[in-house]
Structure formats: structure tokens, C-alpha cells
């Protein structure tokens, strides 16, 4: 991630935020899910919307977590 994109990001979720590189955004929502259940951190209906949203645009892509000890 450039640091122009970066900073156009901030502190948003995908709600409000995708990567402006198309090829990309797979990675960044897979990531984005396997994080919080990694760390067990919650997910807003908005944010569940936006997130089902885009990973319906990625039927191959699979989600891999590793759990936080």
C-alpha cells in the first residue's frame, strides 16, 4: 500500500474504504476478516454488509486465520 492510499484510508473500514487497486481488494477484505477473528473483534451490521458485499465478488478466495494465543 502506498502511503498515499495509506492516508486516504485513515481509520476506515470497508464500509467506507477499498483499495483503489481492484486486484487487490480480495486480499485486503480476506485480511480484513481474518483479522478480527483472529484478535475476536466485533463486526457492525454496516460493516458485515460491506464485507459480504465484496467477498460475493470473491468466490475463490479463501480466509485464513490463525488464532491468537
Known amino acids: 500500500m502506498s502511503a498515499a492510499s495509506n492516508r ?3 481509520d476506515q ?3 467506507t474504504w477499498l483499495p483503489p487497486a481492484v486486484g487487490y481488494r480480495c486480499t485486503y477484505v480476506t485480511d480484513w476478516v481474518a483479522d478480527k477473528t483472529r484478535w475476536g ?3 457492525d ?9 465484496s467477498l460475493r465478488r470473491c468466490p ?6 490463525t488464532l491468537a494465543r
Open 8 to 10: 486516504s484510508k485513515a
Open 13 to 15: 473500514d470497508p464500509t
Open 41 to 43: 473483534l466485533s463486526i
Open 45 to 53: 451490521a454496516g460493516e458485515q454488509a460491506a464485507l459480504a458485499e
Open 60 to 65: 475463490d478466495s479463501p480466509i485464513t486465520v
